[in-house]
Nanobody, 125 residues
Framework: QVQLVESGGGLVQAGGSLRLSCAASGSIFSINAMGWYRQAPGKQRELVAIVASGGITRYADSVKGRFAIARDNAKNTVDLQMNNLKPEDTAVYYC???????????????????WGQGTQITVSS
């Protein structure tokens, strides 16, 4: 089992910035990637950004150029820096860890997924 604890989030005006952080503990050896998903009301949970142990990153098209993900393998943490936030970024953001295979633009889960408790991001217009 992997435990994930998130911090950050909150309310920000459009154009503003926020930073999310997530710390992993437990069976870290069982994961090779950490990332962030989000779920807006009435919508499916979607991948926002992911970073593999080797440093490979992938982003949702909607956040490319605005969000940046960074992982510290020594500390087992992953951060998401979010700039130029838009009202459509409003959602609950979940830290995620698991075993993934990244091939081209495809991100495929190959094992159990672990989730943080979720943190609300609200962007006002």
């Amino acid at each position: 089992q992997v435990q994930l604890v998130e911090s950050g989030g909150g309310l920000v005006q459009a154009g503003g910035s926020l930073r999310l952080s997530c710390a992993a503990s437990g069976s870290i050896f069982s994961i090779n990637a950490m990332g962030w998903y989000r779920q807006a009301p009435g919508k499916q949970r979607e991948l926002v950004a992911i970073v593999a142990s080797g440093g490979i990153t992938r982003y949702a098209d909607s956040v490319k150029g605005r969000f940046a993900i960074a992982r510290d393998n020594a500390k087992n943490t992953v951060d998401l820096q979010m700039n130029n936030l838009k009202p459509e970024d409003t959602a609950v953001y979940y830290c995620n860890a698991g075993s993934y295979r990244i091939s081209g633009s495809a991100v495929m889960s190959t094992g159990p997924k672990y989730w943080g408790q979720g943190t609300q991001i609200t962007v006002s217009s």
